[in-house]
């Protein structure tokens, strides 16, 4: 895993030299998206994270 949001629900992963987002749908299931080089995973973590609102979030 190369990195995950503030609370989990989404995980850019890799496997060798190919990305891949895995998004969580249900408790302890996750689905996969975003599959391809590096760039491509990227853009599909950076559009999933900044529809993002995380419910546990404390405001300052």
């Known amino acids: 895993m190369a990195e995950t949001s503030c609370c989990e629900e989404f995980r850019l992963c890799h496997e ?10 249900a408790p302890r299931t996750f689905e996969e998206t975003g599959r391809g080089e590096y760039a491509h995973a990227l853009r599909v973590w950076t559009d999933l994270s900044a529809g993002h609102l995380c419910e546990k979030k404390v405001a300052p």
Request: net charge positive; no cysteine.
């Open 16 to 25: 060798a030299t190919t990305y891949f987002v895995l998004r969580l749908i």
